[in-house]
């Protein structure tokens, strides 16, 4: 059956619990909205007894589909993607475009990572985790992105560019599944970008060592798997790609959204605070301070 829109729903005992166990993850996890589906579901096996199977982590998604239509489920707590909208901007008339750079200045924001002797970046295998890492990084003036679109040597290419013309070590923290791609792809990242920045440095500074590059794995760990005792599965017998996994037979796999999200902001904020220099990062949120008021101050002499 085809449902259109908002419908009506009328769920099945077993489905209703389904759903209040649902409404608890969220509102467990309210600060860190909204989850992706694949994290609710981990967050179903791991509190609520929920088989791990991906015939349960279809009928999840479908359930909730139908809970979301119903409004059982606010949409908004859940994220989505795929979707790429591109919409001009535009304004009212001029009191309009007043009020909205007036509204910018009061956001204003330096780069956090100026003055640091190693700029951060975070990268996240899942795009659906960006919104959340970005509550961790954002204070930093990190910048989080996906991973998943380093398949491209564009993207890969377009990083080095950036890491060099900055002329700042860079350190990228990622985060990611533990299973052969996930593994394969940060290890990769750092070779194929550092060659990158190596060469381009040579091109630009005639010194191969200008500016440097490297990745350090965040989560998830094989140490990780064991500590949290997060949820695992066999690796995939159509990926031949060499990994050194969990358990006896070091086949063992682990997602990353098996980590719970506020343990998950935890690591990520510790691994961030023990690589950037404090007294750097005060001093620029200072100086930010400072211009923000000037700016303010300036833009009020501005007749709406």
């Known amino acids: 059956m085809t449902y259109i829109g908002f419908a009506p729903y009328e769920p099945q005992p077993e489905n209703v619990d389904l759903i209040e166990n649902v409404q608890h993850v ?10 992706t589906l694949r994290q609710i579901f981990y967050r179903l096996v791991g509190s609520r007894g929920y088989d791990k199977t991906e015939t349960a982590y279809k009928r999840l998604g479908n359930v909730l589909a139908r809970a979301r239509r119903a409004r059982l489920i606010r949409f908004n707590a859940i994220r989505d993607d795929g979707l ?4 001009p901007a535009s304004f009212s008339g001029a009191g309009d475009f007043i009020q909205a750079v007036m509204h ?3 956001r204003y924001r330096r780069d956090r990572q100026e003055g640091q002797r190693t700029r951060i970046i975070v990268a996240c295998e899942a795009s659906g985790m960006v919104p ?7 204070p930093y003036g ?4 996906s991973s998943g679109g380093f398949d491209s040597v564009t993207a890969k290419h377009d990083l080095a560019t950036d890491i060099v013309d900055r002329l700042v070590d860079t350190k990228l923290f990622h985060v990611g599944d533990y299973d052969p791609s996930g593994v394969h792809l940060y290890l990769n990242l750092e070779a194929d970008v550092g060659r990158f920045v190596r060469e381009l440095s040579i091109q630009e500074y005639d010194d191969a060592g200008a500016v440097s590059f490297s990745v350090q794995r ?17 690796a995939k017998a159509t990926d031949r790609r060499k990994f050194y996994g969990i358990g006896d037979d070091h086949t063992a796999t682990a997602q990353a959204e ?3 999200p506020d343990l998950l902001a935890s690591i990520l904020k510790k691994e961030i605070e023990a690589s950037l220099d404090g007294d750097a990062l005060h001093e620029s949120i200072q100086k930010e301070r400072q211009e923000r008021e000037q700016i303010i101050a300036r833009l009020g002499t501005i007749p709406e």
Not at 142 to 145: E, L, P
């Open 84 to 87: 790429t909208v591109n919409s």
């Open 142 to 145: 990190i910048s989080v992105r």
């Open 104 to 106: 910018s200045a009061r």
């Open 26 to 35: 969220l509102l467990e996890y309210q600060e860190y909205l909204p989850l």
């Open 258 to 260: 098996a980590l719970p």
């Open 132 to 138: 959340q890492l970005v509550r961790v990084c954002e």
């Open 218 to 234: 965040v989560a998830v760990t094989p140490e990780q798997v064991l500590e949290y005792s997060l949820p695992t599965a066999p």
